[in-house]
């Protein structure tokens, strides 16, 4: 949980970093790489959903967000994805330095009308539901033969890269 605004801060501007490392890498074809057979969504699907999350967790907690219309259909040009997934970041975070504090943190609501959690606790969910469909992403981008970048690590291609780097001996 964060105790701090400029906490949070600090840690969304590194977890913004990744997950635009995700979106950058993405191709107008593979955003129609579909989760399964059963499911229609798709990996296009999944970045826009990143973008409209934003504006959905923090508007459950009374803050409300101009952004990119994520209700409306998903872009099919991966730049698009990219560029909204900036401009609704930065919108959130200019709205939570103006609007919320250190103190806010601390204060109990009701996500969704029925999560008891905090302030705090509405920050964190949103850091690790972007971390959990990122981690999506990054198998579907493979299975559309693209490659993922490394997020918390190296991905293969690197990995390699760096073997191959080493003074051989």
């Known amino acids: 949980m964060y105790q701090s605004i400029e906490g949070f801060m600090r840690d969304w501007a590194y977890e913004e970093g990744l997950t635009l490392k995700v979106l950058d890498a993405l191709t107008d074809d593979s955003l129609k790489q579909v989760v399964s057979e059963s499911q229609p969504r798709t990996l296009g699907d999944l970045g826009w959903h990143l973008v409209g999350s934003i504006a ?17 259909p998903t872009p099919s040009r991966a730049a698009d994805i990219a560029e909204g997934y900036r401009r609704m ?14 103190d806010k ?14 302030y705090s606790g509405v920050l964190t969910t949103l850091v690790r539901h972007q971390i959990h469909h990122r981690g999506q992403m990054t198998i579907l981008m493979r299975q559309a033969g693209v490659a993922a970048p490394g997020v918390y690590g190296p991905n293969e291609e690197e990995t390699a890269a760096m073997q191959a780097a080493r003074p051989q001996q």
């Open 56 to 72: 959905v967790f923090l508007g459950s907690s009374g803050l409300q967000l101009d952004g990119p219309d994520y209700k409306g």
């Open 89 to 102: 970041s930065a919108t959130a975070v200019a709205a939570l330095k103006e609007h919320w504090s250190d």
């Open 105 to 118: 943190l601390k204060d109990g609501l009701k996500l969704f009308g029925f999560i008891d959690t905090t």
